[in-house]
């Protein structure tokens, strides 16, 4: 059992480049997050979903969007990056009854020179 | 409220000690409060979680303490192993629902021998 699992792994970009983090759950999950972790902070919440085809803002959408075409899939993109986007990206996963149990995946580092 | 900044603060213990580490929330709203470890390079792990009619609930050498009059939770880690060693965050489970966390800026538990 994989549980979540993101990638890539790590990641460097230059400023104005785009790309597509995936993060991927086998636990039948409804909802799936992506949040962001800056040094010496607590995560943030980037945007969610809350079942297939679904997608809302979270605390600091600007400059990403999202996709949940299916329901084990959530992608993050970035389409010009910025070197304020330079953080660790966790996605998480939840099920819609049971508890409030987020299951994080490992984080994807990105830097944006 | 939650404090924000590139260190964070540091709670160092024996082995064999009892922990105990604060947090201070904001939103009088929130249903559940939770507790997550961090250890470095991997993602958070859920611990222990405490609706906000409680004012204290045990699990396996934790228990959670919350006091809504002040606006304060803590988590207490009996005989703290070096395995406990990571950074701790609290998070507040939104009113609202879909599980989106809210989190503190963490703090960091150093295990000593």
């Known amino acids: 059992n994989a549980g979540v699992t993101q990638t890539p792994k790590f990641r460097v970009l230059k400023t104005g480049q785009s790309m597509t983090l995936l993060c991927a759950q086998d636990m039948n999950h409804e909802y799936m997050y992506w949040y962001r972790q800056d040094p010496g902070m607590g995560l943030r919440l980037i945007h969610y979903s809350v079942g297939e085809g679904t997608t809302a803002k979270g605390e600091v959408p600007d400059g990403y969007n999202v996709s949940r075409l299916k329901k084990q899939n959530f992608l993050l993109g970035l389409e010009s990056a910025a070197p304020s986007q330079t953080s660790v990206y966790f996605c998480?996963?939840?099920?819609?009854?049971?508890?409030?149990?987020?299951?994080f995946g490992q984080g994807t580092r990105l830097t944006v020179v | 409220g939650e404090s924000v900044g590139l260190h964070l603060p540091t709670l160092s213990v024996q082995e064999g000690d009892n922990s105990i580490i604060n947090c201070a929330y904001s939103?009088?709203?929130?249903?559940?409060f939770i507790w997550y470890k961090q250890e470095s390079g991997k993602g958070p792990q859920f611990i222990i979680d405490?609706?906000?009619?409680?004012d204290k609930r045990q699990g396996q050498r934790v228990t959670v303490l919350l006091n809504k009059t002040v606006k304060h939770l803590s988590l207490q880690i009996a005989a703290t192993q070096p395995g406990d060693s990571a950074v701790y965050f609290c998070a507040e489970n939104t009113a609202g629902g879909y599980n989106k966390l809210i989190f503190g800026a963490g703090t960091r538990l150093a295990v000593h021998p």
């Open positions: 998480a996963s939840s099920p819609a009854r049971g508890g409030t149990e987020a299951f």
């Open positions: 405490i609706r906000s009619n409680m």
């Open positions: 939103n009088s709203a929130s249903d559940y």
